[in-house]
């Protein structure tokens, strides 16, 4: 047998171990008031969290079985006693989330083909100059606010590849290659709090209030997150200076002589209109309050400009993160159901029988949330937790729905904790120990600093 085979064969046993867990604790939690449509999707969330946690298919992959069951299940009068209008679950890619993500990746794409994110590392690295300290520092703070567009990952990906010949020359031993190898990460996932668009569980907290009839502007959501992600950054670089960056020695930047900018008339006029696009888009999200245009709205602006001026074309469209829209998606799907059917309610009632203080269960589900995002996606981890703080605390529902999306973003104590670490893991240069010091020091003060935050100015 060879390795695909292997391979494929693991995934099978995964997916129906996950399938027997699932049915087996389905069965087990089961009350006998539950309706059929509660069973079933006790039973999807419990399959999903399974499919999740052992990767046994792709993320993208347990969103579309999420819809497809829930549409098969919940509206089939054979199976269900009392089948339901199963629109609202197959249409949440039309969500207002989907299409503010996708006004993001639209400008991110753009910004990839027209250079001009390379074009702001470039200038990073330039005016920070060649003391290792005042570079770590410049690094992490561009990396930080351009994840506040741009996927973290793809930001990740383009600072490492930026500074790639700099972290050879550096070699594996050195302490400032590893700063900068963990910093990187740190700052994208902290910079992704930011902005409803820099990360899906933001997206998904914004979607969740919606349904609620709580609106989040975009810059309602920046009084919250970018402080938070401001300080979670600036302690993390005092913190990786202070371990990793005893030298002094300055820099060598010869590297940067070598990268070559195309100056054609066609580039350099793709490049000004990206630019304002990226303004006058940024412009509108900020300025929500004053002239009313729905955020999800203004996404049209990048959509069908870049489109019509030819900056973005078929092909360019093709490679969007779609996958991530269909990962929303059923995520959205699920948080519906779950809500609809009385499940989260039901249990939710059970919990709130405990009597416990309300800080104590949002920091519960806070650090739960961050510990839970740590060995699978953070987009799941809110998916789930998200709508269970809202039911349990339907007096602090914006309180909640914020804390746990900006907890699930302070995941960086493994490898696989998140793909900013894994892309920093990928050069070889990394053991799997050096991220537990950006993984104590995100994952612990992440959680704090969103409650606090977010309490103080409700």
């Known amino acids: ?67 497809a069951f829930l549409v098969f299940s919940l509206g089939n009068g054979h199976f269900n006693s009392e089948p339901e209008n199963i629109e609202k679950y197959a249409q949440t890619f039309s969500s207002s989330v989907i299409w503010l993500m996708l006004g993001g990746f639209f400008l ?36 930080m606010v351009a994840s506040m567009l741009m996927s973290n990952t793809a930001t990740t990906a383009m600072v490492i590849a930026a500074i790639m010949p700099l972290l050879m020359s550096l070699g594996r031993g050195s302490g400032f290659a590893k700063a900068l190898l963990l910093g990187i990460p740190i700052a994208a996932a902290t910079g992704g709090m930011g902005t409803i668009i820099g990360t899906p569980p933001n997206a998904i907290a914004v979607g969740a209030l919606e349904n609620a009839g709580i ?26 200076i202070t371990v990793f960056v005893k030298d002094r020695t300055p820099i060598s930047l010869a590297f940067l002589e070598d990268q070559k900018v195309d100056r054609s008339r066609e580039f350099v006029r793709q490049r000004r209109i990206v630019v304002g696009v990226i303004i006058v888009t940024v412009g509108l999200w900020l300025t929500t309050s004053w002239h009313g245009v729905a955020v999800a709205a203004v996404c049209a602006v990048p959509l069908v400009v870049l489109t019509l001026t030819r900056v973005l074309e078929g092909k360019d469209i ?21 809500e609809n059917t009385g499940l989260l309610s039901h249990y939710a009632h ?99 600093l969103a409650i606090l935050w977010v309490v103080l100015i409700t």
């Open 1 to 67: 047998m060879d390795e695909f085979d292997k391979g494929r064969l693991k995934r099978i046993v995964k997916f129906l171990l996950a399938l027997l867990v699932a049915a087996g604790i389905a069965f087990l939690m089961k009350e006998p008031g539950f309706t059929d449509s509660q069973v079933y999707v006790l039973f999807l969330l419990l399959f999903a969290i399974g499919l999740w946690l052992t990767e046994a298919i792709p993320a993208f992959a347990v969103s579309l079985f999420i819809i």
């Open 108 to 143: 991110a794409a753009a910004m990839t083909k027209t250079e001009l994110d390379q074009a702001l590392f470039r200038f990073t690295l330039r005016i920070s100059g060649r003391n290792p300290r005042n570079l770590l520092i410049g690094l992490m703070l561009t990396t």
């Open 215 to 240: 609106s989040i502007d975009f810059i309602d959501w920046m009084k919250y997150g970018l402080p938070i992600a401001f300080l979670l950054t600036a302690i993390s670089c005092l913190v990786l």
């Open 318 to 338: 093709q490679g969007l993160p779609w996958d991530t829209l269909l990962l929303v998606a059923g995520g959205l799907s699920l948080g519906l159901a779950l």
């Open 350 to 448: 059970k919990l709130i029988a405990m009597e416990m203080n309300s800080i104590v269960l949002i920091s519960i589900l806070a650090f739960m949330t961050m510990l839970v995002s740590n060995i699978m996606s953070n987009t799941a981890a809110s998916t789930v937790m998200i709508p269970l703080g809202m039911a349990i605390l339907p007096g602090f529902r914006t309180e909640v729905a914020l804390i746990v999306a900006l907890s699930a973003s302070s995941a960086m104590f493994l490898p696989v904790s998140s793909p900013p670490n894994a892309i920093a893991f990928s050069t070889g240069l990394l053991e799997q120990r050096d991220f537990r010091i950006g993984g104590i020091i995100v994952g612990l003060l992440g959680p704090l």
